[in-house]
């Protein structure tokens, strides 16, 4: 549905040949994409002005890495952008006061997950840091409001305020107080009823409940689903109850989730963390990356990149990419890559890096087609002999059987691998004709020979998008041999990724 | 009708609603003035005595995205308000007729009326959306509606997964005194509308509403489950559901369309339901919405009582949206 910013940014940057310095030109015309991008994952306008201000003085005269696609480049600016602005790595836990009782007091709007974000965090909070903790609603509000705490209480094994009819939200938390200090609880969790921000009255109740309570956390619980109103949402309930902190739910839904980002801006406090889940233990400790990589529809894809850094050899690299520029591509080369393939996780690795791509798993996974495959074709490779390797087309039939008998495998299957060679052989040569600029363009080329359309995986491991994905899907569906067979998607999959990697930044 | 006292012990709050009538459009305005407010007095303060140029249309277009109308459709309200107005001045009243205008014509085409009385009979309604959507309280002020009509309504509680969620229907039935069809929690919510629409042609019932588990629109497991409930509904007759209703919150931002695109795959949505719309300062999510969905809107909720549940009128809520009152 969304296109990812890697994907918006390689259409601005495949107009621009130049190469050397982002211009100010380039930097604005990137900069409205990451805008849109921005706002179609709901961060809120003021915080993508604010945003956008900053990365525009990063980028200005940023040096473009030697054969990195500025669109790479851009996005990761963007994503260091973003996880500063979230909080980096720094985490916070939850203050926990020596004095018990400590008291968490749970604010949010309607349907936001308070209830059962305040079962999952006393049952984090009993079993991570075991101290007894009780619970309480002040729900007076929505019917059977109170019945759902208790309910989920007993599932966590967390004590609950027994219910008594027809008091009053701020005489709740009385008793609930004087329960806990009684009960000898470390932590008490008062989940409140929730409330829309325009409702004052409701705005009061809350803020006379926080002034009871005297709570040490004042936590907000917020849809990750939440569009442009998260700022107001987050403005309004922090001037009220002086919260320390933010909880994200609903953040295993498929949203963009820049609400995060909007509150964190607006303010300041640290995001503690997300819920991920309707299980009960589904609250994970927030992670400033991997909301980031969210926000951008680019998954871990940073992550992705990073790795294939460090995976691969830089010497090789540089050797492979010198007889690529000359038109040569032997069964070495490919064996070389398959490696490399491996290296990085293999299928399930780099899948897994990628965002949203579940079901394709799945499908990949039904066909048959995983890193065995990729270990059976190095196999073959390895039973050749070195002429066979470099002249491919001095195998006959005999030579066939031989290797065949020496991998394990039928002949059939060194037809495919040499087929599949042939055509990433002949890629290579006439992009090599396009001299050396070809090379830029060889792994979108060779994407596309892989989804048999416009695109395939995304070249150079950049962002895929929901498009993507799509034709991903389609791919898994309609184009994978059922059974296991030749991999016709390789030539993409390593080919689109691997000639350009001679150019990822080198790690110093 | 009266809110008799449920007697299971739960504490209930009277809901609002249930006081003297006030007249439709006085609800929308009035539910929908707080998201209104802001919104029109900042497009005022840019639009007003002075010449339309560019500048001032962009700046349109960011307060329509601040009002969760997205990028698109931004743009797109924001050129139909400047094809009419550009380079002339106008008065607070016009632009503001101008842009709910350019809103209402966005929004005509994907309005339509729910009306469960008029079909087959007994007329089978499931709700779906994602969780804290506000299923569960949609279909009760539904119940009670009907009920008011004096329609013979069942309940089905097909949310066996929430913890409590079948009390909190429980209640609204006994607010109502509708019968409601229950299991235990984790029970299979699909042979429980299976019987719900048995007991319902069996007992001649008009209308049978059917909550089910909200679910997030990216768990296929889960939406396997509501692929079944409809399926084994169906074996329980054929034409059913005669009416799926997506609920929507729209404090929701972008998402709100994967929600529509998802549910409408699985589960054949045949109307909208946008809740909360008072509860935001932004209700301008309805129009990606309608543009994004196969399914007309229907119905919106602009309080918690419960005749703040409503027909969904375009032109009113265009109207209401920039702080116009009702024609």
Known sequence: ?508 | MSDAPPDNGFIIAPIPGFGPKKSWTERLTKGLAKTSKEFTEQVTAVLTKRRLDQDALDELEEMLIEADLGPAAAARVAAAFGKARFGREADENEIKESLAEAIAAELRPHEARFDPLRGPKPYIVLFVGVNGSGKTTTLGKIAADLKGRGAKVLIAAGDTFRAAAVEQLSVWAARSDTPIITRPAGADAAGLVFDAAARARAEGFDVVLVDTAGRLQNKSALMDELAKIVRVLKKADPSAPHETLLVLDATVGRNALSQVEAFDRIAGVTGVVMTKLDGTARGGVLVPVAEASRAPIKLIGVGEGIDDLQPFDATAFARSLVGLPAR
């Open chain 1, 1 to 508: 549905m969304f296109e990812s910013l890697g994907e918006r940014l390689t259409g601005v940057f495949d107009r621009l040949t130049g190469r050397g310095v982002l211009s100010e030109k380039d930097v604005d015309e990137a900069l409205r994409e990451v805008r849109l991008a921005l706002l179609e994952a709901d961060v809120a306008l003021p915080v993508v002005r604010d945003f956008i201000a900053k990365a525009r003085e990063r980028a200005t005269g940023e040096a473009v890495v030697r054969s990195v696609r500025p669109a790479d480049q851009v996005v990761k600016l963007v994503h260091d952008g973003l996880v500063e602005m979230l909080g980096g790595d720094d985490v916070q836990g939850l203050n926990l006061s020596t004095t018990p009782p400590t008291v968490i007091l749970m604010a949010g709007l309607q349907g936001s997950g308070k209830t059962t974000t305040s079962a999952k965090l006393a049952l984090r909070i009993q079993k991570m840091e075991r101290r007894k903790v009780l619970m309480a609603s002040l729900d007076t509000r929505r019917p059977a409001a109170m019945e759902q705490l208790a309910t989920l209480g007993k599932q966590a094994e967390v004590e609950t305020l027994p219910i008594v009819a027809g008091q009053s939200a701020p005489d709740i938390a009385r008793r609930a107080l004087q329960a806990a200090r009684l009960g000898g609880f470390d932590v008490l969790i008062l989940d409140t009823a929730g409330r829309t921000t325009l409702d004052e009255q409701m705005m009061g109740e809350a803020a006379e409940i926080a002034r009871i309570a005297s709570p040490h956390e004042s936590l907000l619980v917020a849809d990750a689903l939440t569009g442009q109103d998260a700022v107001r949402t987050a403005k309004a309930f922090h001037e009220r109850l002086a919260l320390t902190g933010l909880i994200l739910t609903r953040t295993d839904g498929d949203a963009r989730g820049g609400a995060a980002l909007s509150m964190r801006a607006v303010t300041g406090l640290p995001i503690k963390f997300l819920g991920a889940g309707e299980k009960i233990d589904a609250l994970e400790v927030f992670d400033a990356r991997r909301v980031a990589g969210r926000i951008l529809g680019a998954g871990d894809v940073v992550a992705l990149v990073e790795k294939a850094v460090a995976e691969v050899d830089h010497a090789q690299a540089e050797k492979m990419a010198a007889k690529l520029q000359k038109g040569q591509f032997d069964l070495d080369d490919l064996a070389a890559q398959l490696r490399q393939m491996q290296k990085m996780g293999g299928m399930q690795g780099l899948m897994g890096m990628l965002p949203g791509v579940q079901k394709v798993k799945k499908q990949i996974a039904e066909s048959g087609m995983d890193d065995r495959v990729f270990r059976r074709q190095e196999a073959i490779i390895g039973s050749m002999t070195k002429l066979e390797r470099r002249k491919p087309d001095v195998l006959n039939a005999s030579r066939k059987r031989r290797v065949a008998i020496g991998a394990g495998v039928d002949v059939a299957e060194i037809n495919r691998l040499l087929k599949q060679h042939r055509q990433m052989a002949d890629m290579v040569k006439s992009m090599s004709k396009g001299g050396g600029k070809g090379f830029a363009r060889m792994a979108q080329a060779m994407g596309g020979m892989m989804g048999g359309g416009p695109g395939g995986l995304p070249p150079g491991l950049t962002a895929p998008s929901n498009a993507d994905l799509e034709r991903l899907r389609a791919l898994g569906g309609g184009q994978l041999p059922p059974g296991g067979g030749g991999l016709p998607g390789l030539p993409g999959m390593g080919g689109g990724g691997m000639p350009g990697l001679p150019g990822f930044p080198k790690k110093k």
